[in-house]
């Protein structure tokens, strides 16, 4: 499975857009992209995945590169509630997911 | 919530001891994962099983066994636990979607079970 390189922290205001970068420069055509967070000591929690086409859901956007070689996750209006480490993940279908260190998102009040 | 529940959520063991980690899901799921979590190492997967008695090793498998003779359990094992084993140990199951072509799974996790081995 190709690897993902992501900053190791972050901050944003609550309220604003928080946008996390993700590289996976060796993704392969049939890898899809994955986002999960996991806020303080509890599991991680899927948030959203993508293949070629940015894709939205109630959590967050997915934007995927046209190169799929990088994507960025937005959460539109972080809350204090969206600090987590947030992590990115590249895999095929069911394969199994190798989770990396993750980024930290700290939102500031 | 996809039903998982592990057990037990705390344990201290001593060395040379044996520990079995359950979990259980209540939905039928094909897939379940073991991961462990440490600090400075992010999650990462033990063994994973894609049926019954069907598992298979992950990055970090030594030191570890794991069995599935029923869909909803999966156990995972430390014939002789190390300080090295002390961790949170994380179960979860993959859930799969059709979407016209292949198959797109994403993972539940459950609540974790910290092991502290001494």
């Known amino acids: 499975d190709a690897k993902t390189t992501q900053p190791t922290s972050m901050d944003c205001a609550e309220g604003r857009a928080a946008n996390l970068p993700c590289n996976h420069s060796?993704?392969?055509?049939?890898?899809?992209v994955y986002w999960y967070r996991q806020i303080h000591s509890q599991g991680p929690q899927y948030i959203i995945h993508?293949?070629?086409n940015n894709e939205t859901n109630e959590m967050a956007s997915l934007i995927i590169t046209e190169d799929r070689k990088s994507s960025t996750l937005i959460l539109p209006h972080a809350t204090l509630r969206d600090t987590a480490v947030y992590y990115c993940?590249?895999?095929?279908?069911?394969?199994?997911?190798?989770f990396g260190k993750g980024i930290t998102l700290s939102v500031r009040p | 919530d996809a039903g998982i529940t592990q057990s037990p959520r705390h344990k201290v063991t001593e060395t040379g001891t044996p520990v079995t980690l359950r979990c259980h899901q209540t939905?039928?799921?094909?897939?379940m994962y073991w991961y462990r979590q440490d600090p400075g190492h992010g999650l990462r997967l033990i063994h994973y099983?894609?049926?019954?008695?069907?598992?298979d090793k992950g990055e970090v498998s030594d030191g570890y066994s794991v069995s599935r003779s029923k869909t909803e359990d999966f156990l995972l094992t430390l014939e002789s636990a190390t300080s090295s084993q002390t961790s949170v140990y994380f179960c979860?199951?993959?859930?799969?979607?059709?979407?016209?072509?292949?198959?797109?799974?994403?993972?539940?996790f459950g609540e974790g079970s910290r092991l502290t081995v001494l």
């Open positions: 099983s894609y049926g019954v008695k069907d598992t």
């Open positions: 979860a199951i993959s859930v799969l979607g059709l979407a016209g072509g292949p198959v797109v799974g994403e993972l539940f």
């Open positions: 993940i590249v895999g095929g279908a069911n394969s199994k997911l190798t």
């Open positions: 060796t993704i392969s055509g049939n890898e899809y």
């Open positions: 993508g293949l070629k």
């Open positions: 939905e039928n799921h094909r897939y």
